[in-house]
């Protein structure tokens, strides 16, 4: 059968501009327009940005680098390019001197060690890089380069993943910071309080859908534990939960949860410590916090419901194991998507946006034994459940839905099958909001303790920012004493004496400064070998590491001054006379504007006796609290029809293709045929894999069919391929000529096997003619050179079979094909 895949040719071919390329990877993209125009239109921008490692998918032939290599690198950027081995083999590329440690060219198993390099893994964590596909990467004209493409940006999707969780905890602590305030009572309250008893945690996945008549009728022998994205739709339905779980720092947390913060306030929230200040600070109700409080002060809620992740379902798993639960059903946790590609329950923001068929995911098994796609963050919560029944193998945890993933030590039974026992009065009271309600005074005490905590750790902060200073003063000095060892060894000696003060007397604040700051205490370690260290290496760390600690420490304490500020600001809306003007700018600058709703609520005679200016300001800022739930709704897919999002949808068909994996293509096929009818492209991606589909399950004549109902005017280049590769199996010698007709279009590597093609078809002229024209471009070609010359013995013409083979040999003398099919032509003459 004729090969219809393109594959990576050794044959060049120079433009007229005078650049040589390769046709097999580049098609014809080089021969109207100069290779520096094109690339200047398609990334000159870019890649001007500075302190940016760019990642670049393929070489373009070689050209792409060597116009990086020509340009005025950006201030502190990097570049790393990723190509297949097949072209790196072909390519001689030689990086100057003046860029070795800026510009690296690897293949894909370099790749993957390359970015967990100390150098480039800081890019990755930061998100200080961009990834960028060569022009022949981006025309997903050659199947292994969707590949390499996926290949790559999983490789970095992991090491980001992998390496964020040490440099992203600077959110966490300052949201930790921002909530002080508001962070009074510790969940510890509820800690072994519902042994026996059996409870549900309600998160967002498709199959909560699925059980929502059973949750009605059961809710009296339950505890509800929703997370918070839920709520909204939950209340739509008459389920209320007993409680409501937050923990995203994110300030998108605040968009996705708007519905969930619209409603009435009458439920007992759990919060972690870093949950979006915009929700736990608007929070009308009564909450209770998981973790600690205070960064660094871990004693006071040593016995407290740990806040743990990486999700807030797994949140939730761990506080109902800590209030003693020893039954715990999970509905709508899923950690994958459904079997039609949803990712969300219905009704719900994340359901809006429909399934993203461009995203190549992880595979996962489900309960019904069926394979199901989940992002990577969902991959880590489901590993990190499974640890989590591991360590407590008292605690029954059930899934109901059999489409949720498979998960050790996590049964799967169906809902009827769930023996419960009811809940006692007592233990509902202990859920009711109004218990766990404190008086006004006693809250201003714990904000006044607080502040006091807070004005404590500031002070420190700043006698260890006086040591800082000395200690950088130190490392000048020994700078300038380098040739003075007598000097050298007292100001070390100091500036030991320094640090051993600070991990005495500061150590749980060094500690916090050293955690806070990881990323920027990243960058005094060294790869040197102790030996090779010159006392100027040592002067040149150690200004990192103290700049670093100074850095971070002005950053905490400026934290901290914003804290004490909002704690006044919190303890002045409790006093019976109050700057309205001046609570409005602090509600303003936290963007925590239902603070005035809240502070309405308690002060009903305070407002009724404001000023009409102060009125006016309170009313401002409700206003503005109440316009978030105007803007923004998501869309309720079961009322409207939502175009999936397209993304890489085709790039992604074509990997799945060359790695015949059947389901994933089936997936596509699934998640496509809904919305067929609403976009052009949809349906083109929905005929082609279905094609593909038929194809891999041996359904030859289906596959044809199916690709055939793609109108002419929109069949690209996978559509053209498709019908050749089909009608070739199937031996449709005239469909497969038509559609090469059209095909040659795209690139010069179909026009040998076009060529056969009108040889079988005994257009023998015609087979002749597309011969020459090709090999007039590429007259080094040796694989079309020996067909040319079959072609030319089995029609009769020696001499000129002679001819192509004797050139063959001529560009390599050592052709065995060439040789023999020489000599067989030569003694066929002479006989």
């Given amino acids: 059968m004729l090969s219809t895949h393109p594959e990576i040719s050794n044959t060049f071919s120079i433009s007229q501009f005078n650049e040589c390329y390769l046709p097999s990877v580049n098609r014809r993209t080089f021969e109207k327009n100069h290779s520096t125009s094109l690339f200047d239109e398609e990334f000159k921008s870019s890649f001007s940005t500075p302190d940016t ?132 009572q510790p969940a510890t309250v509820l800690k072994k309080q519902f042994t026996g008893k059996t409870c549900i945690v309600l998160a967002g996945g498709p199959s909560l859908d699925n059980s929502i008549d059973w949750i009605k009728a059961h809710a009296k022998q339950l505890v509800i534990i929703a997370v918070s994205r ?58 209770l916090y998981t973790g600690s409080r205070l960064p660094w002060d871990n004693h006071s809620d040593i016995d407290n419901i740990k806040s743990i992740g990486p999700t807030v379902t797994n949140s939730a798993i761990e506080i109902a194991t800590k209030m003693g639960f020893n039954q715990i059903l999970l509905c709508g946790v899923d950690f994958c998507h459904s079997q039609t590609g949803n990712t969300h329950t219905q009704g719900t923001y994340g359901a809006s946006l429909g399934p993203n068929i461009g995203a190549i995911l992880e595979w996962v098994e489900t309960n019904a034994g069926e394979m199901a796609e989940t992002p990577m963050t969902l991959l880590h919560a489901i590993q990190s459940l499974q640890t989590f029944v591991t360590e407590h193998p008292n605690i029954n945890i059930i899934n109901l839905s059999k489409d949720a993933a498979k998960i050790n030590g996590v ?34 005490a714990y904000l006044n303790n607080t502040l006091n905590e807070l004005t404590t750790a500031n002070n420190k902060l700043k006698k260890l920012q006086v040591i800082l200073a000395d200690a950088l003063v130190i490392i000048e000095k020994m700078e300038i004493a380098e040739k003075k060892p007598q000097r050298m060894t007292n100001l070390a000696g100091k500036l030991d004496k320094m640090e051993r003060k600070i991990n005495l007397k500061f150590d ?85 504007w239902g603070r005035s709703v809240l502070w309405q609520q308690q002060h009903p ?69 809904p919305f067929i ?21 041996n359904k030859q004549e289906q596959a044809l069919k199916t690709i055939l109902l793609t109108p002419k005017d ?31 279009k795209y690139s010069d590597e179909y026009l040998p096997q076009y060529a056969h ?58 052709n065995y094909a060439a040789a023999n099919y020489l000599e067989q032509v030569s003694t066929y003459a002479l006989n």
């Fill in 53 to 184: 490692l760019h990642i670049i998918i393929g070489l373009d032939s070689g050209l792409l680098a060597n116009y990086v290599m020509e340009r005025s690198l950006a201030k502190g950027s990097k570049f790393l390019f990723v190509e297949l081995v097949e072209v790196l083999d072909l390519l001689a590329i030689d990086i100057p001197d003046a860029h070795t440690d800026d510009i690296f060219i690897t293949n894909l198993d370099e790749f993957s060690q390359h970015i967990t390099e100390h150098e480039n893994n800081l890019f990755i964590v930061k998100k200080k890089f961009k990834l960028h596909r060569s022009i022949a990467v981006k025309g997903n004209y050659l199947e292994i380069y969707c590949t390499l493409s996926s290949q790559v940006e999983k490789a970095i999707e992991h090491e980001y993943f992998n390496q964020s969780i040490g440099f992203n905890q600077k959110i966490f602590i300052k949201t930790q910071l921002e909530n002080v305030a508001e962070n009074l």
């Fill in 677 to 697: 009818d609403t976009d052009q492209e949809v349906l083109r991606l929905y005929h082609l894999a279905l094609s593909y589909q038929y194809m891999l399950e």
């Fill in 605 to 673: 005679q305070e407002y009724a006796n404001l000023s009409p200016n102060d009125r006016l300001q309170i009313n401002a800022s409700q206003d503005k609290f109440y316009e978030q739930f105007t803007v923004k709704k998501f869309i309720d897919k079961t009322d409207h029809a939502v175009t999936p999002i397209m993304g890489n949808a085709f790039k992604k068909l074509q990997v799945l293709l060359q790695n015949k994996h059947l389901l994933g293509i089936s997936k596509i096929v699934q998640y496509s045929h």
């Fill in 757 to 814: 093609v009108l040889k079988l078809s005994e257009q023998g002229q015609e087979a002749l003619a597309i011969y020459l024209d090709y090999l007039d471009k590429y007259p080094k070609d040796i694989p079309v050179l020996i067909k040319l010359g079959i072609f030319l013995a089995e029609v009769g013409q020696i001499e000129e079979a002679k001819s192509v083979f004797l050139q063959a040999l001529e560009v390599d003398p050592s």
């Fill in 411 to 444: 049964n799967y039974i169906e809902s009827q099958h769930i023996v419960l026992e009811d809940i006692s009065d007592k233990q509902r009271a202990l859920l009711t909001p109004e218990n766990h309600q404190l008086p006004s005074l006693q809250k201003i």
């Fill in 508 to 592: 749980k604040f060094a500690n916090l400064i050293k955690f806070y700051g990881y990323y920027e205490f990243s960058h005094f370690l060294s790869t040197k070998k102790e030996e090779e260290w010159t006392q100027q290496d040592v002067n040149d760390q150690s200004r990192v590491y103290y700049n670093a600690f100074q850095s971070i420490n002005n950053q905490l304490s400026t934290l901290i001054q914003s804290a004490i500020i909002r704690i006044k600001s919190r303890i002045d809306e409790y006093q019976p006379s109050c700057n309205i003007q001046a609570l409005c700018l602090q509600w303003n600058n936290d963007k925590q």
């Fill in 714 to 744: 929109m069949r690209h280049e996978a559509e053209l391929k498709q019908v050749i590769r089909l009608a070739l199996n199937l031996n449709k010698l005239e469909l497969a000529r038509d559609n090469f007709a059209s095909i040659i």
């Fill in 230 to 287: 839920v709520v909204g739709k939950l209340t739509k339905l008459n389920i209320k939960p007993d409680i409501v779980v937050s923990v995203d720092p994110q300030f998108i947390s605040f968009d996705v949860n708007k519905e969930f913060m619209e409603i009435d306030h009458n439920t007992l929230l759990i919060n972690s410590y870093h949950v979006v200040p915009q929700i736990l600070g608007q929070w009308q109700g009564t909450a």
